[in-house]
């Protein structure tokens, strides 16, 4: 699981880049390392680069962000420069079913700290920065 999220992380990094490069005109790629997250040192990475999954975004259905295309296209290559880039009108597999497996479980999508928690890392990094 860790090698699919790296590189999906890294898949959404390059669409942001991109977007910054096409909105501003800038090649933000020359002034930062986008995307900052190497697989080279995860083998569990390897198998998804292989499938291709780093040049894909995908969307849930064929009406979900549709202004993509703009960003994310095939005249677009990976920061790698293994190939073109994709938009695909589906989740990939296994999809929903995967989501609706963790219905109900705010922190499998997001941190779940409590307030106190909170509080005490806010805490530690106001006194580290003194």
């Given at each position: ?51 291709g ?21 095939a ?35 997001t ?20």
């Open positions: 699981m860790l090698g699919y999220l790296l590189v999906r992380g890294s898949v959404h990094a390059q669409a942001f880049a991109l977007a910054l490069k096409k909105l501003t005109g800038v090649a933000v790629e020359n002034m930062l390392p986008v995307p900052n997250i190497t697989h080279d040192n995860i083998p569990e990475a390897k198998k998804y680069e292989v499938e999954r780093h040049r894909v975004l995908y969307k849930f259905s064929d009406r979900d962000y549709a202004d993509i295309a703009g960003i994310w296209s005249d677009e290559t990976t920061y790698d420069k293994t190939g073109p880039l994709e938009v695909v009108d589906m989740p990939p597999d296994p999809g929903p079913d995967s989501l609706k497996a963790m219905e109900g479980s705010a922190s499998s999508f941190p779940d700290y409590a307030p106190e928690e909170i509080v005490e890392i806010a805490r530690k990094l106001y006194d580290k920065s003194k």
